[in-house]
């Protein structure tokens, strides 16, 4: 049987943003981690514009091929990594127009988060995106990745060096959300209630 297909996204946009580097190091933890057939997507990348779609994205009546394009990456996954930044107490921007571009492309599939930032260790911009992920019927794992003082884990040649016992930590969220994902493909797809 093939493995389920996981989608890291790096939710920083700006330039000059740490977001790659750490989701780098996330990536190759998930490739070794065997588990699953892990990839990264960058939203700088998909460059998606602020949400311009007429339709709620429920009905799936996409007008523009960013989002058919947007939606058919993320239907291509079964369970999703977010590496998020903490802007200003919550999580940022880019990240929350790419979750509302959509909707039956979310739902149901677990997802897990690695929060960045500075004292809270982006634990505010975790918190922040619970409930939206919940009202997008998604199922979020219990365990996350905090990383505190960002700037400190990187190396003046802009190397993300992890703390000690932080790898342990990753892989640790990846076995409870290969878990949720195995859970998931025995139940079958959720169904929207509300
Ligand atoms: C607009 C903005 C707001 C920020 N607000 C916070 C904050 O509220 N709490 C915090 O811990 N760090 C905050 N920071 C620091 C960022 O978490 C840190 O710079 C991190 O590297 C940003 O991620 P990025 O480099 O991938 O963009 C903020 C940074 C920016 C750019």
Redesign the pocket.
């Known amino acids: 049987m093939s493995q389920p297909r996981l989608h890291i996204i790096v939710?920083?946009t700006?330039p000059?943003?740490?977001?790659p580097a750490?989701a780098g190091w996330f990536h190759a933890l998930a490739l070794k981690h065997s588990g699953f057939d892990a990839g990264l997507v960058d939203l700088a990348a998909v460059g998606l514009p602020l949400l311009d779609e007429p339709r709620p994205p429920q009905r799936g009546q996409y007008e523009h091929e960013h989002t058919r394009r947007w939606s058919r990456t993320v239907d291509a996954a079964d369970a999703f990594v977010f590496v998020v930044?903490?802007?200003?107490?919550s999580y940022?921007a880019a990240t929350k127009n790419a979750l509302d571009y959509l909707a039956k492309e979310w739902q149901g599939k677990p997802v897990a988060f690695v929060g960045?930032?500075?004292?809270?260790g982006?634990a505010?911009a975790v918190q922040a995106l619970l409930p939206v992920v919940i009202a997008l019927g998604m199922v979020p794992s219990a365990g996350a990745v905090h990383i505190p003082f960002?700037?400190l884990s990187f190396t003046s040649d802009g190397t993300f060096e992890p703390a000690p016992g932080l790898d342990e930590n990753a892989t640790g969220v990846l076995d409870e959300l290969l878990r949720l994902t195995t859970v998931r493909s025995a139940s079958g797809p959720a169904t929207r209630v509300g």
């Open positions: 939710g920083s700006r000059g943003r740490r977001g750490v930044p903490e802007y200003n107490h940022n960045y930032g500075g004292v809270a982006g505010r960002i700037r």
